[in-house]
C-alpha cells in the first residue's frame, strides 16, 4: 500500500542553520505530496504543496520539490528561526485522503 | 476565517463508557476526516466521510463509528470507551476533488482511565 516515511527526530538546530527533513513515498501512479505543520497546542495546518513531478512548493522560507526519480519531497529552510519549532508531516494523496508520515518534531534554540 | 472546530480540548473518561467527539466546519465543506494521532505514528485516518450521511472506513476504525447527519457537522463515536484508545484526535475537513488543501481542527486529547 501506500506509505510515507520521514527521516527520524527529534531534530534540534540552532537559529540560522540550514533545515532538511527527508520525506519519501510509495504509491502507484504520481500523488500529490504535502508539508503540514502543527505548532504547540494547535491543529496541523498545511505548509506547501506539489502535484506533479518537479514542482517546487514554497511558503514562509520553506521550499520542497517532487522528485519522481527519488520518490522523495524533502522539506528544506536555508535559515531557521525560533519560531519554525514545530512538528512537520510529510503526506500523499491518495482517493481525497491523505497517508501521512511519522512527523518530525523540530527543536529551534536561540 | 475558515474554521474546523472540536467541542473539548481534553477529555477524561472511564473504560467502557460511550464517549462522543464532535467537530463542526463552517466552511461548506463536502469531505470530512477523523484522525488519531499518536507518537512515532503519525496520523492514522480512522473514518471519513464524502457527503452527509456516507461514511468510509479508514485504517484503524475497530473500536470506533461515526455520524454525519448534517453538511458542517461530523461525530466521531467510542462505544465502550478502552484505555488502548487514549490518544490526540483530530478532525479535518476538505472540499470535494483532489489536491485539496484539508484543515484541522485543534485536537481533542482524550484520556481513559
Known amino acids: 500500500g501506500n506509505s510515507v516515511t520521514q527521516m527520524e527526530g527529534p531534530v534540534t538546530l540552532s537559529e540560522e542553520a540550514f533545515l532538511t527533513i527527508n520525506c519519501t513515498y510509495t504509491?502507484?501512479?504520481?500523488?500529490?505530496l504535502f508539508w503540514y505543520v502543527q505548532y504547540p497546542g494547535e491543529g496541523l495546518q498545511l505548509l506547501l504543496k506539489?502535484?506533479?513531478?518537479?514542482d517546487k512548493g514554497s511558503n514562509k522560507g520553506f521550499e520542497a520539490t517532487y522528485r519522481k526519480e527519488t520518490t522523495s519531497f524533502h522539506l528544506e529552510k536555508g535559515s531557521v528561526q525560533v519560531s519554525d519549532s514545530a512538528v512537520y508531516f510529510c503526506?500523499?494523496?491518495?482517493?481525497?485522503?491523505?497517508?501521512f508520515g511519522q512527523g518530525t518534531r523540530l527543536t529551534i534554540n536561540p | 476565517d475558515v474554521k474546523v472546530t472540536q467541542s473539548s480540548r481534553y477529555l477524561v473518561k472511564r473504560t467502557g463508557e460511550k464517549v462522543f467527539l464532535e467537530c463542526v466546519q463552517d466552511?461548506?465543506?463536502?469531505?470530512m476526516f477523523w484522525y488519531r494521532q499518536d507518537p512515532g505514528l503519525g496520523l492514522r485516518l480512522i473514518y471519513f466521510?464524502?457527503?452527509?450521511?456516507?461514511?468510509e472506513k479508514g485504517d484503524i476504525p475497530e473500536g470506533y463509528s461515526v455520524s454525519r447527519e448534517k453538511k458542517e457537522r461530523f461525530s466521531l463515536i467510542l462505544e465502550s470507551a478502552s484505555t488502548n484508545q487514549t490518544s490526540m484526535y483530530l478532525c479535518?475537513?476538505?472540499?470535494?476533488?483532489?489536491?485539496?488543501?484539508?484543515?484541522f481542527g485543534p485536537g481533542t486529547r482524550l484520556t481513559v482511565l
Open positions: 504509491a502507484t501512479g504520481y500523488p500529490s
Open positions: 466552511m461548506d465543506h463536502e469531505n
Open positions: 506539489a502535484t506533479k513531478a518537479d
Open positions: 503526506a500523499q494523496e491518495g482517493a481525497q485522503k491523505l497517508v
Open positions: 466521510s464524502y457527503d452527509v450521511k456516507m461514511k
Open positions: 479535518a475537513s476538505s472540499r470535494a476533488g483532489f489536491r485539496n488543501e484539508q484543515f
